[in-house]
C-alpha cells in the first residue's frame, strides 16, 4: 500500500530539484525527504532518483511514478473539497501564465481571486515559456495562440486582441500608412513572438485575411519594452489592445489602419487530463474567463 507522505516527498523533490528545497515546502528535515524516497524505492524494488551532489533528477521509472503519484494526490486533493462547504477553497494553485497578459490582466483578476479565497495559497508565474505542467508541478497555465497536440485539456476562454499603433511625433515626422502593404516601406518595430515576425495579419472591409509583410530596422521580444520604444517616437508597433488602451485614450500612442481588423489569437487555459477538476481550478478558470471578458470592449476616448 502507498504511504502518501512518501508520494509527497518524491512530488516536491522532483519539482523543485533537492531534497532540501522539499524539505522546506514539506516542513520536514532533508533527512526526513531522503528517507520517505528510500523507502517508496525500496518497496518497489527500483530507483526512482539519481542523486548527485548538487541535485536529485528522475530515472524514467521515476518520472512515470512522479505523473502517477502527482494524480493519486490531485485525486485525493478533489476529495478533500468535494467535502467541504461550496464557498471554501483550500490548497495551493500554481498558475503559469505569459508576461504581457499577465500583468495587464490576468495578475489583477488572480489577486482579487486570492483575496475572495483566503484559505487557498495561489502562485502565478509569468514567462512566455511554455512549462512543462505535470512536471514542474502547475495547476493551470494560460496560453495565447493555436494549441499543438497534447494530452493536457484545454479550453478556450477568450481572445487576445492586437492594434497598430504610432505615436504623435512618429506620425509628424513621416508618411502614415494607409493600406498594410504600406508597412513595408519600414519604420516598424518588428515583434520576434510573431511567427514569422516580419508578417503582421490584417481584415479587410470584405472580411478577407491580409497577410503583410512588414519592414523594420529594430526587433524585440518584450512588448512593453516595443510599447515604451513606440512612446518615444521609435516606430509603428502591433501590440495586445489590453496594454496600450490607455495610451491610445490618453493620446500618447495613435492607432493606425482603422479601415482594417487586426490580429488576434485564442486565449486557452491548459490544465492535466484528469476526471475530476478541482475546484480551486475550475473556479479560478471561471474567474480568468470574466476578466478577460470585460477587458475585451472597443477603445474609445
Not at 490584417?202 to 509583410?213: H, L, S, T, V, W
Not at 530596422?217 to 495586445?240: K, S, W
Amino acid at each position: 500500500m502507498h504511504n502518501l507522505p512518501e508520494l509527497e516527498a518524491l512530488v516536491a523533490t522532483a519539482r523543485l530539484g533537492s531534497f532540501a528545497a522539499a524539505a522546506q515546502q514539506l516542513g520536514i528535515s532533508a533527512t526526513m525527504v531522503g528517507r520517505r524516497i528510500q523507502n517508496l524505492e525500496a518497496r518497489h524494488g527500483a530507483r526512482l532518483l539519481e542523486r548527485t551532489t548538487r541535485a536529485q533528477k528522475l530515472t524514467v521509472l521515476g518520472t512515470q511514478f512522479l505523473e502517477q503519484s502527482i494524480r493519486i494526490l490531485d485525486e485525493l486533493a478533489v476529495l478533500d473539497e468535494l467535502s467541504s462547504p461550496a464557498a471554501s477553497l483550500k490548497g495551493s494553485l500554481r498558475i503559469s501564465a505569459p508576461t504581457t497578459l499577465g500583468v495587464t490582466t490576468l495578475g489583477p483578476a488572480i489577486a482579487e481571486f486570492a483575496k475572495a479565497h483566503p484559505a487557498l495559497s495561489v502562485e502565478l508565474s509569468l514567462s512566455n515559456r511554455r512549462v512543462d505542467l505535470v512536471a514542474e508541478g502547475y495547476d493551470l497555465a494560460i496560453r495565447v495562440g493555436d494549441l499543438p497536440s497534447s494530452t493536457l485539456v484545454s479550453k478556450r476562454i477568450g481572445t487576445y486582441r492586437f492594434i497598430c499603433c504610432a505615436s504623435p511625433s512618429w506620425l509628424a515626422a513621416h508618411e502614415e500608412p494607409a493600406t498594410p502593404m504600406d508597412l513595408a516601406k519600414g519604420g516598424c518595430i518588428v515583434n520576434s513572438n510573431f511567427n514569422p515576425p516580419d508578417i503582421w495579419h490584417f481584415i479587410d472591409a470584405k472580411g478577407e485575411a491580409i497577410a503583410a509583410r512588414i519592414s523594420g530596422a529594430l526587433q524585440l521580444d518584450n512588448d512593453e519594452a516595443q510599447r515604451t520604444i513606440a512612446q518615444q517616437g521609435g516606430g509603428i508597433a502591433c501590440l495586445p489592445v489590453d496594454l496600450v488602451r490607455s495610451d491610445l485614450q490618453d493620446g500618447s500612442l495613435v492607432q493606425l489602419l482603422m479601415d482594417f481588423g487586426t490580429d488576434s489569437m485564442p486565449i486557452h487555459a491548459i490544465y492535466p487530463s484528469r476526471r475530476l477538476l478541482p475546484k480551486r481550478v475550475a473556479a479560478v478558470i471561471d474567474a480568468v474567463a470574466a476578466a478577460l471578458s470585460r477587458s475585451d470592449f472597443p477603445i474609445s476616448k
